[in-house]
């Protein structure tokens, strides 16, 4: 007996994707509206299985159950799955009713947590298959561009984070001047940038090596490094991040590690880059990490982006080295942000804490 996976596209596509991966069948019919034409047609693009297109009206009921008897009566005898987790309420309701007629004919969802549910025999199913990150965000329409998983991070590159950031505590605003938002060392292979009191960075793309020296009233402190990628680790807090990524990388529920991601993706509004990206399996975890929030603004911009490139269903991290404000604070959980810094006061393990805090935040299901 042929199996026919018929689903319900509008809204999350991760769901969806999810699904198809899940409950295996010979036939996908994906039921689209005219708003959600484009995002089914990717995908059918996606998939590797005889894919079918099939308009629906968005709210209009009565034409809506009538396509939706005429669908199901073509699938026959066939065994049919009807994956609920898109579309609008009104096909919900005309597939739900239909398919208590139908033999063969079940009903499925997949909530953010990447469980799912037979709605019409009440089993509850976790979701075994596994997809790598971008996949994942190339289902949710967002795939990345430049990009290094953690795995290729060196032992030179943490030793490099760690020694900038002694670097730095010998003279902070001189390194902030020079490494934070240092626009030629976007666009030159090499170069060279000096404060007005001496101090200097000397960077080389081709050798990837960093040469800085510092000067404070007590004398002047150097540092050469090379490693991999001792650019993106000197520059723009990748210090930090780094760091940071690596504490995250031990959590026994990060299966893959991203870090310094950038999306081809250009818009006024919405940043195009993510610090750290933590893949769960099929669930993602975006990390912005900056030594301290000056501006609560930069939560806004971070959700923004977050909610885009993710998802509904994607958690969000905010890491800070010194100690968050209460109204950064109270922004990140209005946000629905997990806040977390590492020089908070009385953590003496913040591994052990931050692993506790991202365990108890998990499972709760986004609301908006």
């Known amino acids: 007996m042929s199996k026919i996976h018929i689903a319900l596209v509008g809204g999350q596509p991760m769901p969806i994707h999810v699904g198809i991966e899940e409950f295996k069948a010979d036939k996908l019919i994906l039921v689209h509206s005219k708003e959600s034409k484009e995002l089914a047609e990717g995908i059918q ?90 996949t994942i965000l190339r289902y949710n329409n967002y795939p990345l561009g430049s990009y290094a998983n953690f795995k290729d991070i060196t032992e030179a590159d943490l030793k490099a984070a760690k020694d900038v950031e002694k670097l730095r505590q010998s003279n902070t605003s001189a390194f902030n001047e020079l490494t934070i938002a240092n626009k030629e060392v976007e666009y030159k292979t090499t170069g060279r940038k000096e404060t007005a009191r001496g101090s200097y960075v000397e960077w080389d793309k081709k050798t990837n090596t960093a040469y800085m020296v510092l000067k404070n009233k007590w004398g002047v402190n150097k540092l050469r490094c090379s490693s991999p990628h001792v650019i993106p680790i000197v520059f723009n807090s990748g210090w930090f991040e780094v760091q940071v990524a690596e504490m995250l990388s031990q959590w026994e529920k990060a299966q893959e590690v991203i870090v310094n991601a950038t999306f081809d993706y250009s818009d006024k509004d919405t940043k195009n880059e993510i610090d750290v990206i933590v893949n769960m399996g099929n669930k993602l975890l975006f990390v912005e990490c900056k030594t301290q929030i000056k501006y609560l603004t930069d939560l806004d911009k971070f959700t923004t982006a977050a909610k885009k490139y993710g998802g509904m269903g994607v958690k969000m991290l905010f890491v800070t080295k010194e100690r968050m404000t209460n109204k950064a604070e109270e922004k990140c959980r209005e946000n629905r942000i997990i806040p977390f810094s590492i020089q908070s006061g009385g953590l003496i393990d913040p591994e052990k804490a931050l692993f506790a805090l991202l365990d108890n935040e998990m499972s709760n299901i986004n609301t908006k």
């Open 45 to 134: 693009q996606s998939v590797d299985l005889p894919c079918e297109l099939q308009p629906f009206e968005s709210v209009d009921y009565p034409k809506i159950y009538q396509a939706a008897e005429k669908l199901l009566g073509k699938c026959g005898q066939s065994e049919t799955i009807i994956n609920i987790s898109g579309g609008t309420k009104p096909w919900t309701v005309a597939f739900v009713l239909l398919a208590q007629q139908c033999p063969n004919t079940s009903i499925i969802y997949v909530d953010q947590n990447n469980v799912g549910y037979n709605l019409t025999t009440s089993e509850k199913k976790s979701i075994s298959s596994k997809l790598d990150t971008q």
